[in-house]
């Protein structure tokens, strides 16, 4: 890959990955996005009852599918294929779909494959406070009304949000998380989870269907330089929760779990072993010793 032709901001993020990968900094966000405003409690209808959140959701996804699906018609956002469609029947009562987060683009990579087998239509996406508070335009409506469910730092909305995971799940809908947290631009490696996500599907009662994107590099390159990537997104066997644990045990199992999967389809699509950067640097410095 040629670095020069790369734009200096697109460098500086990859530069920031390389460092915060050696450091082992894998949930935190390298995006140079400014302070996002907290998201208080009657900013967001997250169960879409108000007739004016029905309507923007409505409008939201018409505009958001035909700008992505004009996106994959003009070969600029390439979905190569699906692996793993035999289980997606694990989304028929509802599930926690999980995914390796590199993009704004990936959430729907998986909901364009997925999208059929979804019984309720809609894939609800869980999405950081700055995602719903920051963007304004185009964008912004998007993350605001795509069927999202965003974060927040404010105790009472949280407590909002949590009630609305449950009742969604429960309800037969399949949310959408990013175990890993912060999105990591064009980092194909399976990054450790947090355990929020699996607690939720526990909790709920529901199966976690792990799906992983592998890419490989076009020739072309977008507006930044890098190669065009191309997407295989790969569903997994769902995980169902073990009721005979607790739930921060069962939430653990569920989430090694599903690391392990990703890790091993890591492994068999690339050709080569997981090893994060600190982990070479440790080796290297025992070999040394």
């Not at 947090?194 to 976690?208: C, I, L, N, S, T």
Request: proline residues 6%.
């Amino acid at each position: 890959m040629d670095l020069t032709k790369i734009s200096p901001e697109r460098l500086e993020i990859l530069e920031r990955i390389q460092e915060y990968e050696k450091a082992g900094r894998f949930d935190e966000d390298v995006e140079n996005d400014p302070e996002a405003p907290e998201l208080l409690p009657d900013q967001v209808d997250y169960l879409c009852k108000k007739f004016k959140s029905k309507l923007s959701r409505r409008i939201a996804n018409f505009i958001g599918d035909r700008y992505f699906l004009k996106l994959i018609k003009k070969d600029i956002l390439v979905i190569d294929g699906v692996t793993g469609k035999e289980h997606l029947s694990a989304l028929k009562n509802g599930a926690i779909v999980t995914c390796n987060h590199f993009s704004a683009f990936d959430n729907y990579i998986v909901f364009h494959c997925i999208r059929k087998a979804l019984p309720r239509k809609y894939l609800y996406k869980i999405i950081r406070e700055g995602n719903y508070t920051n963007f304004p335009g185009l964008y912004g409506f998007l993350f605001r009304h795509c069927n999202t469910l965003p974060l927040s730092r404010n105790r009472r909305t949280m407590m909002n949000f949590m009630s609305a995971v449950n009742t969604l799940l429960k309800r037969g809908e399949s949310i959408l998380i990013y175990p890993e947290q912060g999105m990591w631009w064009n980092y194909k490696k399976p990054r450790p989870f947090k355990v929020g996500g699996f607690k939720m599907a526990y909790r709920a009662g529901v199966p976690v269907l792990p799906t992983f994107i592998t890419m490989t590099d076009d020739t072309r390159l977008d507006g930044d330089g890098y190669p065009i990537q191309r997407h295989t997104l790969h569903i997994m066997p769902p995980i169902y929760p073990d009721t005979t644990l607790g739930e921060k045990a069962g939430a653990e199992k569920m989430m090694n779990e599903a690391y392990a999967l990703c890790k091993a389809k890591y492994e068999e699509v690339y050709g080569i072993p997981l090893v994060y950067a600190e982990e070479e640097k440790i080796t290297e410095g025992t070999k040394e010793e």
